[in-house]
């Protein structure tokens, strides 16, 4: 099957989740408030929306250097300084706002429907920043060779076989 049917797969099961979620749990309690709280629950707490949105900033303008540094890059002078500090500043942005947290938020239900944001989208982002830390760290091969890397598929052929 075509990956553009997985990718649009996911993204209506995601919704139908999501909006699933939605009307059974979230709205029946936010139906009866008045239309600011309501509102008001859709956003993060406002100590904590600030900082974490400066973190965000800087790491969105660094994301887009290293991507134009890499669109620049040829595979024998790779261009990976913007890489590097981008992901060290936006794996710090993410620790520091999971250990600034639990002070400038006192009660987790504050977060409303952002409540995801915490718990499933920055895990998500610490995540991929590790397997970027692990390429950066590999060393560097030269252009058309690639020392002790099989493919997926060469892997279980192997395993097939025995």
């Not at 800087?58 to 890489?83: C, D, H, K, N, T």
């Not at 250990?99 to 895990?123: H, N």
């Not at 920043?129 to 058309?144: D, E, N, T």
Request: positive net charge.
């Amino acid at each position: 099957m075509n990956t553009i049917v997985y990718f649009g797969m996911s993204v209506a099961l995601g919704l139908i989740a999501w909006f699933t979620i939605f009307a059974t749990i979230i709205w029946p309690k936010m139906k009866s408030q008045p239309k600011i709280q309501q509102l008001k629950s859709l956003k993060l707490p406002a100590g904590f929306a600030n900082p974490a949105a400066f973190g965000d900033l800087i790491a969105l303008v660094l994301a887009y250097i290293a991507f134009i540094g890499l669109q620049r890059s040829r595979a024998e002078r790779p261009r990976l300084l913007p890489v590097w500090i981008f992901n060290v500043v936006g794996t710090a942005d993410l620790l520091f706002a999971f250990a600034t947290a639990p002070f400038l938020i006192k009660d987790p239900g504050s977060f409303g429907l952002t409540y995801i944001i915490p718990t499933v989208y920055v895990p998500l982002l610490l995540t991929a920043h590790f397997y970027a830390f692990k390429v950066l760290a590999q060393p560097h091969a030269p252009h058309g060779r690639r020392d002790n890397c099989r493919t997926e598929d060469a892997i279980t052929d192997d395993l097939l076989r025995r």
